[in-house]
């Protein structure tokens, strides 16, 4: 599948190319141009290149994992770091 999808991706003209590739950065942003990559088998980063989108598409991505960095952590629940502690000194000592 990859290589005919990318067969006629390679036979349209330079423009239509660049419009695909806006319409997947204008429809999901990041994620449409990295899924487009990797239908046709080519780096998300050079796609978007190729239609001018490189900073765009790093300030996407970088935003993207700073999210995930900041996304909360769910709580550990009151004495459970007490009994991995006493399980962790069990194991040590061989009970």
Excluded: C
């Amino acid at each position: 599948m990859k290589t005919s999808s990318l067969v006629s991706f390679r036979r349209l003209n330079y423009l239509e190319q660049v419009r695909l590739i806006q319409k997947a950065w204008s429809s999901d942003g990041a994620d449409g141009i990295e899924g487009l990559g990797l239908l046709l088998g080519i780096s998300p980063h050079n796609l978007a290149a190729m239609a001018g989108l490189t900073a765009n598409y790093a300030r996407a991505v970088n935003r993207r994992l700073v999210r995930e960095k900041r996304r909360r952590r769910q709580p550990i629940p009151k004495g459970f770091r007490s009994e991995l502690r006493k399980l962790a000194h069990r194991e040590a000592r061989g009970w």
